[in-house]
């Protein structure tokens, strides 16, 4: 009987493509891709372009926390507990393309 090898699962590949659970959204530079205290429903894989995390503190003043480049992920805080509110906002900084995953 023939051995059977299973290919090495191509991640970039799977989340390139639409299917059950995934889309692909794409912003424009300046669209916030989620805002803070928005709910925290899904995660976003970014594939090209650039996207920055913000947050605003009680007081209105803005800090960013970090840059994003491609092939990061971004909202993984709606993984680790029951779906609640976005911590942070965040938003495209050039044109780009995301894979969205509920």
């Known amino acids: 009987m023939p051995e059977l ?12 493509q639409t299917g059950l659970g995934r889309k692909i959204l794409t912003f424009k530079a300046g669209e916030h891709i989620f ?3 928005g709910p925290a429903d899904c995660v976003f894989y970014l594939q090209t372009g650039r996207a920055k995390l913000t947050v605003v503190s ?3 003043k803005e800090a960013t926390i970090t840059l994003l480049a491609a092939g990061e992920f971004v909202g993984e805080e709606c993984m680790v507990g029951p779906i609640g509110m976005r911590m942070a ?14």
């Open 35 to 37: 805002t803070q205290g």
């Open 89 to 102: 906002s965040a938003t495209a900084v050039r044109p780009e393309r995301f894979s969205g995953m509920r």
């Open 58 to 60: 009680a007081a209105g």
């Open 5 to 16: 090898r299973a290919k090495p699962f191509d991640v970039a590949n799977f989340l390139a």
